[in-house]
């Protein structure tokens, strides 16, 4: 009996074994290695592009960036949707296909940068300026690296052939500094379908440099939540040459002297726990005891004053956080005023109860005459924390110790970003970034200063890095 053709083809590829196979299928990867330096060259020229266009946010608007990303993407045959609310506040979709054998990976930055005030800039906020082994400007830190990262990832890519077991996607978004109604609220509740994924990466996360000396790299797996608090004492009004008991600024004050008293419970999570564990094993003896203090609860209390003194964004992460900033009251120096109020900045953990917690908040001011109320203002939904045992986080930290040569983090950001959107709906995201020095915030050049700037040669390893990590998640698995 003859056999069928096709038939046959397979009973002689399972004769040969898998050898062949892998060299039939070698035949659309890339033939040569990729050249590093060609690619360091187009990266600062898309980097330099980007960061010249102004998209400030305030106003808002980030339509030139993703003009720019579309050009580029699509002149490389890369599928491209672009979604909008407002056509000034577009976010950018690109997508490489794969075979579907695993769920997409999406790789995200932010195409907005909060707005400058120019003439405190020494070079001009949207120059781009090379100097000193550094690049000068609005976004280089906050998120135009992540862009300008996501963009080659997905060139090389391309260009290189590789065969991929999931999608991956590119989502360029709007409204991360200034309002996400426009960027990540609007696509995940009007546009799902086209960036849901398994694993996600975005900015959050970097690789810690300290006189010179890398010293481990960050990864941002979860995150405290934004909530708004409105303090309000009511009174009599009267004569300022009258003082009264009721007075509402005295009411006021005293409320917010309780609530800067109040030590909010110490809670650990997935990531707080390995965060401290991880960082004793790098630390000085003296540290390394009072992180390990923390770990078994701080009974006596005096590791966390020691960091709530020293290392408070350390401490801001043990607990959901209060921090009082603004205060209203008052309208002449000799009228008491009828009404008083403080806005309050709570930076609460993933898992925090809100209504449980303003409760207690009532409980420790204790005073009839003031409400505590929620103010408006943007905050993002409360998500488990992504989890340290995925597949994403062990590519990450074994791509960190090839590049880097460093333990890995994983850390809870004290600040916000668009990834709880994501994971509210199952997305497992992490956060990760490029080499910062750690003197360099304090000096005024960290993300948002006014002499924002990254150096060279940690944006080129960090799409080295991110190239790494996306092409061992997505890449074909023989």
Not at 177 to 184: A, H, L, Q
Not at 369 to 394: C, I, M, N, Q
Not at 407 to 426: E, H, K, N, Q, Y
Request: hydrophobic share 40%.
């Amino acid at each position: 009996m003859r056999l069928p053709l096709l038939t046959t083809l397979h009973l002689i590829l399972g004769l040969l074994g898998p050898s062949l196979t892998e060299t039939l299928r070698a035949a659309d990867r890339p033939t040569a290695p990729i050249d590093w330096a060609a690619v360091d060259a187009e990266s600062l020229r898309h980097f330099q592009a980007l960061v010249r266009l102004d998209t400030s946010d305030p106003p808002g608007r980030e339509l030139p960036v993703v003009d720019y990303l579309r050009g580029v993407l699509t002149a490389e045959g890369i599928e491209v949707k672009i979604f909008s609310i407002d056509p000034q506040r577009p976010n950018l979709v690109a997508r490489l296909r794969g075979n579907g054998r695993k769920r997409p990976l999406l790789i995200m930055g932010h195409t907005d940068v909060v707005n400058v005030d120019e003439k405190k800039w020494r070079h001009p906020p949207f120059s781009a300026t090379r100097e000193g082994g550094h690049i000068y400007g609005r976004g280089t830190l906050d998120d135009k690296d992540n862009v300008t990262a996501a963009l080659m990832t997905m060139l090389l890519l391309k260009r290189s052939r590789v065969p991929l077991d999931r999608d991956v996607i590119f989502l360029a978004e709007a409204g991360e500094e200034g309002n996400v109604t426009f960027g990540i609220e609007f696509m995940v509740r009007e546009h799902l379908a086209e960036i849901n994924a398994e694993f996600c990466l975005a900015e959050g996360g970097s690789v810690v440099r300290r006189s010179g000396q890398i010293q481990y790299g960050s990864v941002q797996t979860t995150e405290k939540i934004p909530n708004r608090l409105r303090l309000v004492a009511r009174g009599v009004a009267g004569h300022g040459s009258v003082p009264l008991r009721s007075n509402a600024v005295v009411h006021l004050a005293r409320a917010i002297a309780n609530v800067a008293d109040w030590q909010t419970p110490l809670r650990l999570n997935e990531t707080t726990r390995a965060f401290f564990e991880r960082l004793a094993t790098i630390s000085p003896a003296d540290e390394a005891a009072r992180y390990r203090a923390i770990l078994k609860g701080d009974e006596s209390g005096s590791a966390q004053e020691f960091l709530a003194e020293k290392q408070p964004r350390y401490y801001s992460t043990l607990r959901t956080s209060v921090s009082p900033n603004m205060m209203a009251a008052g309208y002449r120096v000799n009228v008491i005023p009828s009404e008083a109020e403080a806005t309050l900045d709570v930076r609460s953990l993933p898992d925090e109860d809100m209504d449980r917690f303003i409760e207690q908040l009532r409980r420790i001011i204790n005073d009839p005459a003031v409400d505590v109320e929620r103010a408006p203002g943007h905050t993002r939904p409360g998500a488990p924390p992504s989890s340290l045992h995925t597949e994403a986080f062990e590519v990450i930290e074994s791509a960190i110790k090839r590049h880097y040569g460093v333990i890995t983090l994983p850390t809870m950001s004290t600040g916000a970003t668009d990834m709880a959107f994501l994971r509210a709906v199952g997305v497992q995201c992490f956060g990760i970034g490029p080499m910062i020095d750690a003197e360099d915030a304090a000096m005024g050049f960290g993300a948002h200063s006014d002499q924002e700037r990254i150096l060279e040669e940690a944006l080129h390893r960090f799409i080295h890095f991110k190239w790494d990590v996306v092409l061992t998640l997505a890449g074909e698995k023989s």
